[in-house]
């Protein structure tokens, strides 16, 4: 059963400190996008890859976040440094272009970060 | 830039009664529609989704939604809801030319909420 799998599940770290989140994608999708879900803001898309380059990052604060996919079995989502604010449930989905857009993204259980 | 409207936050609605949860996208080229689900603690499911042909596109759950093109609408209906239909919808587009092609922009969700 394919799935994507986000590392950890949960997440609490101390302001300042470094956060890496992983992404499995389901093998043979060829797009990777990147979400930060929180009450206020919704489902805020940070970041999307395509074969493994980056297509869009204008969602994310550059100074602190930074996205990568060093291959394709995984994509990473770094905060440095992390502050109270980034507390959210980032996702992780991954589809395939067909016909010029993404005809289904699939959805990973999510991050859950708490910044203290 | 493409965006979605999701015009309810929060639609309460009593067992087996329908209900419509009303989705409008702005996009100035072709997309593809999309209805997820998510349940407390989980990530999101796909409902349906609207890629061609028909606009009348029947998902899980006894779910249905219509695109419209002119009113650049596509609502999610259905006829009779039960208890554990009580989660967040969100309506989402996808792309298919320009700069942003092939990506997934989602509403802020509607919290449907199902009483006895």
């Known amino acids: 059963d394919a799935r994507v799998t986000q590392t950890p599940r949960h997440k609490v770290t101390e302001m300042g400190q470094e956060v890496t989140m992983r992404c499995q994608p389901i093998?043979?999708?060829?797009?990777v996008f990147w979400y930060r879900q929180t009450m206020m803001q919704g489902l805020e898309l940070l970041a999307y890859?395509?074969?493994?380059?980056?297509?869009?990052d204008s969602g994310m604060p550059k100074d602190r976040f930074s996205a990568e996919m060093p291959d394709a079995t995984l994509a990473t989502l770094k905060i440095q440094p992390s502050e109270p604010r980034d507390s959210a449930v980032y996702f992780c989905?991954?589809?395939?272009?067909f016909g010029g857009g993404i005809t289904e993204a699939f959805f990973g259980q999510g991050t859950r970060l708490t910044v203290v | 830039a493409q965006s979605v409207t999701q015009l309810d936050s929060q639609v309460p609605v009593f067992e087996e009664a329908p209900v419509e949860l009303r989705c409008n996208y702005s996009?100035?080229?072709?997309?593809?529609l999309f209805w997820y689900v998510q349940y407390p603690n989980q990530g999101l499911q796909l409902l349906l989704k609207?890629?061609?042909?028909?606009?009348l596109v029947k998902g899980i759950n006894g779910f249905e939604a219509e695109f419209n093109k002119s009113q650049t609408s596509f609502h999610l209906r259905k006829p009779s809801v039960h208890i554990s239909d009580t989660a967040e919808y969100f309506c989402?587009?996808?792309?298919?030319?320009?700069?942003?092609?092939?990506?997934?922009?989602f509403g802020k969700g509607t919290k449907l909420s199902v009483k006895p």
């Open positions: 609207y890629l061609s042909g028909s606009t």
């Open positions: 890859f395509r074969n493994r380059a980056p297509l869009d």
């Open positions: 996009s100035s080229v072709s997309v593809y």
């Open positions: 989402a587009v996808s792309t298919l030319y320009g700069g942003s092609q092939g990506n997934l922009i």
């Open positions: 989905a991954s589809g395939s272009l």
């Open positions: 093998l043979g999708h060829n797009t």
